[in-house]
């Protein structure tokens, strides 16, 4: 098969794939024989005999059956010890099942024994198998990094900005030249510290919301040991930089406040709520416009108590609302504008209202809303 082709009904498995993830429905038996292609050459995914649902993983959140054809199941599978219910593994073999896929003769000539591409791999050994699919990982991790391409998509640039769990580099769309930012996240670290469901939450709510001061995720990748968000590249940086240089202008501040209103309001129409709105986390584009962005500490209006109130406590201490600090349940919606409100403090006076060294002694401040305006703004 020829590579245009491969790489298009690849991408239409990956689409319905992450779809049915999304629900909470793994596949369990990904393999060409359970693909179908209608009349215009589109793939059809079929036969979930050996699905599972999320409800069904034991109190490890792991599945611990065993199922799926053998020389497409992954290496957690075939040892009993199921680290993450994943059907990527299988992806990435159907994808290499053709000789065109560049990569494909490296990864035929690690195998042992060597095999051809249909007749000879359902006679492989669970052991031959399972060094297959290792191997098969490792050269994909290594065609990732070869030339700091991605997926023979991205060409990776400068490093924008690092964090604990990821780092989030400049890049360039090979197939259009076009400026991307990619956030890398170490799956390792992510797993030790159980962020898992905190990333799934992230990428559903940036799938959610779509608006102009909100920074668009174009697509989601993942190799053996990382994650990648293929996200819109922001020229202008932070919007936390303008604010170090000094005060903003009232109608700058206003304008920039107004588009972070719209976007906030937005979020909350779709149900998701941003809970650490912060001027590190507002980006600038290069004509200042405002965009959204870091849905890290997101959460979606399902994930609140019977009472309709979130419990847990999140988000950076200056710009966080009371009722959160409280720890007796807080809406939302409404700590998200509490923190709107301390940014256009900051926009107009460079400084926030509740600052001390001491940590409890800015709670209570914040508590008490106890704060001054400073000599040169107007108030009413």
């Not at 689409?15 to 693909?35: I, M």
């Not at 799938?207 to 190799?223: D, F, G, I, W």
């Not at 932070?238 to 202008?249: A, P």
């Amino acid at each position: 098969m020829k590579e245009d082709a491969a790489r298009k009904r690849f991408q239409q498995l990956i689409s319905v794939v992450d779809f049915y993830h999304s629900r909470g429905v793994y596949h369990r038996d990904l393999k060409p024989e359970n693909l179908l292609l209608d009349e215009h050459g589109n793939l059809k995914n079929s036969d979930f005999g050996l699905s599972a649902l999320a409800e069904t993983r034991q109190q490890d959140g792991l599945l611990h059956t065993m199922c799926g054809t053998p020389a497409y199941v992954a290496p957690e599978e075939l040892w009993f010890d199921t680290k993450e219910n994943d059907d990527m593994t299988k992806l990435g073999l159907g994808l290499f099942l053709s000789k065109s896929i560049s990569g494909f003769d490296e990864v035929q000539a690690l195998s042992e024994p060597p095999f051809s591409v249909f007749d000879e791999i359902g006679q492989l050994s669970p052991l031959s198998i399972y060094i297959f699919c290792e191997k098969t990982k490792l050269v994909l991790s290594r065609m990732d990094s070869k030339g700091g391409v991605l997926m023979q998509r991205y060409e990776f640039g400068k490093l924008l900005e690092q964090g604990t769990f990821a780092k989030v580099y400049h890049a360039r769309d090979i197939n259009n030249g076009e400026s991307v930012a990619i956030k890398v996240i170490d799956k390792e670290k992510v797993v030790k510290v159980g962020m898992v469901e905190q990333i799934k939450r992230e990428i559903s709510v940036m799938k959610l919301v779509r608006h102009p001061n909100v920074v668009q995720l174009y697509e989601v990748m993942a190799t053996k040991g990382k994650i990648y968000f293929v996200m819109e590249y922001v020229r202008g940086g932070e919007l936390f930089n303008k604010v170090t240089k000094g005060k903003m202008k009232e109608d700058a501040a206003s304008n920039l406040f107004q588009q972070l209103i719209s976007a906030v309001d937005f979020c909350h129409s779709r149900g998701a709520y941003h809970r650490d709105l912060k001027p590190e986390n507002l980006l600038l584009d290069e004509h200042g416009n405002l965009k959204n962005s870091d849905f890290g500490l997101s959460a979606l209006a399902e994930t609140r108590q019977q009472d309709g109130l979130l419990h847990t406590m999140c988000g950076t201490p200056a710009y966080v609302a009371p009722e959160v600090i409280s720890r007796r349940g807080y809406d939302c919606a409404k700590a998200d504008v509490w923190s709107c409100g301390v940014i256009l403090f900051v926009l107009l006076s460079s400084h926030l209202p509740f600052q001390d060294s001491n940590l409890m002694e800015m709670y209570r401040r914040i508590s008490k809303a106890e704060f001054k305006y400073p000599n040169w703004m107007r108030v009413g």
